[in-house]
């Protein structure tokens, strides 16, 4: 991640952790029921935990991380159970997770390391297994007025970096709104991919 933007995190972690969403809740719902029940999942960028609290009272077994360690502690201490720090290069895992969950968080991977990070995770699941990940809509990448970098993807790039980086049995991307910590409403691209089988392995 960004150094600027993840130092952002660090120091603001207690105040973005008092932010609760709940609009992403029908998508974790429709990514869950995709899944096995009890299913191995791997989130990346668990902010204060609010994801993970939900998938572990559906009785799914969560790696809970972020990158930020301070943002792993608020977490930790939600979820009364320990959250590891965890940057997105070092996830080194092969076919260990039914799932992997990633809200708004590799938005902030700049556009040249996404493909290699995409290969990691599509490593890390197994066959067939389901991987959700947003990101905020441009044409290029950028900061905002909190100067935190986004990779800005457009829908045609988001989608040739997906297929780029790893092989996938199918790849949906839809468009929605959210708004943001800085109080704007900004454009999103939620995608939802499977993984497909051993016959094109990518290299991280």
């Known amino acids: 991640m960004d150094e600027e933007t993840l130092q952002f995190y660090r120091r603001n972690a207690e105040a973005y952790a008092g932010r609760e969403i709940t609009?992403?809740?029908?998508?974790?719902?429709?990514?869950?029921a995709r899944l096995p029940p009890n299913a191995a999942i791997l989130e990346l960028g668990c902010g204060a935990g609010g994801d993970t609290a939900e998938m572990l009272a559906r009785g799914f077994d969560v790696r809970a991380t972020d990158g930020s360690p301070e943002m792993a502690e608020v977490a930790s201490k939600r979820?009364?159970?320990?959250?590891e720090t965890l940057l997105f290069h070092e996830l080194d895992e092969v076919e260990a997770y039914d799932g992997v969950w990633a809200n708004a968080c590799l938005l902030h991977v700049p556009r040249d390391q996404l493909a290699s990070v995409l290969a990691l995770i599509w490593r890390a699941l197994k066959p067939d297994?389901?991987?959700f990940?947003?990101?905020?809509?441009g044409d290029t990448g950028?900061?905002?007025?909190?100067h935190r970098y986004y990779n800005y993807p457009s829908q045609d790039w988001l989608r040739a970096t997906?297929?780029?980086?790893?092989?996938?049995?199918?790849l949906s991307i839809e468009r929605g709104e959210v708004r943001g910590f800085d109080d704007k409403m900004a454009p999103m691209l939620f995608v939802v991919a499977q993984k497909g089988h051993k016959d094109r392995a990518p290299t991280p």
């Open 79 to 83: 979820l009364a159970r320990p959250v």
């Open 142 to 146: 950028g900061r905002d007025t909190l």
């Open 133 to 137: 990940a947003s990101y905020k809509e």
């Open 162 to 170: 997906y297929v780029g980086a790893a092989s996938w049995n199918s």
């Open 129 to 131: 297994g389901v991987f």
């Open 23 to 32: 609009s992403r809740k029908a998508r974790l719902t429709a990514f869950l």
